[in-house]
């Protein structure tokens, strides 16, 4: 049989220590971007909803700026930040009563007259 298992069950080889070396120093830049945002968020959702008081606008235009910042280090990804920041729009813009997009008219399609197309066959030559 083989040997008692090993207890350490962190990395091991020189490169997996360096990565995990390198994680920790990309974390130490990274989580202070994502809390800050992640805060602005909240404070915004809370200023639109009405708990807190101040400035829906700016509270909204901080937490996309700090999103913006956030997704530049690369604490969140790009498309992360730009969904966050198009819910977080909506949401201030149903508050205020306004709507981004103007009010969709149903439009009747008119139903175009069949054309029929000739048949074109071609004859074997023989």
């Known amino acids: 049989m ?8 962190g990395a091991r080889t ?3 220590l360096k990565e995990v070396r390198a994680s920790a120093r990309r974390n130490a830049v990274q989580q ?3 809390s ?6 909240a404070n915004a959702l809370e200023v639109i909803a009405g708990k807190k008081a101040g400035d829906a ?3 909204v235009s901080q937490a996309a700026s700090a999103l913006d910042r956030a997704a530049k280090k ?4 790009k498309n992360a930040a730009a969904r966050r920041k198009s819910r ?3 949401k201030a813009a149903g508050t205020t009563g306004k709507t981004s997009a103007a009010p969709a008219v149903a439009k009747k399609k008119v139903a175009k ?5 000739a048949a074109t066959r071609k004859t074997a030559k023989s």
């Open 14 to 16: 020189p490169q997996s």
């Open 36 to 41: 800050a945002a992640k805060s602005l968020v």
């Open 74 to 77: 690369g604490a969140i990804h």
């Open 32 to 34: 202070p971007q994502r």
């Open 113 to 117: 007259p069949a054309v029929k197309k």
């Open 88 to 90: 977080l729009a909506k």
């Open 2 to 9: 083989g040997k008692t298992p090993r207890k350490y069950k």
């Open 57 to 59: 606008a700016k509270a």
